[in-house]
């Protein structure tokens, strides 16, 4: 499962993208076509280059068609219809505790 907080590059590569979830890249030209929510930005070579966001979509996808085993159909309806959340990262207690102080201080600093 990839985190929000892994992704830290602007746009990755259909490459990479097809590598983070162990697929071939005519798959993630498939969903692409499939899901009109995944729109990856084309350069002028035309080579697809997907933003977090996007990968986290496809994040999305993955688990509805690969993990859980639902239609194509049936993943396009649970997207739809909200039922599946963006991923989110998943922070533990320390990284969450951490946030908080900085933001603590800068809320102190700006007194």
Known sequence: MIKASELTKLYYSIGEVAEMFDVNTSL???WEKEFPSIKPKKNNKGNRLF???SVLELQN???LVKVDGHTLEGAKKALKSGEVILTQPELNKEELIGRLE???EKL???R
């Open 61 to 63: 996808i993955y688990q």
């Open 51 to 53: 933003s977090p966001k």
């Open 108 to 110: 102190r600093a700006l």
């Open 102 to 104: 900085g933001i603590r």
């Open 28 to 30: 993630i030209r498939f």
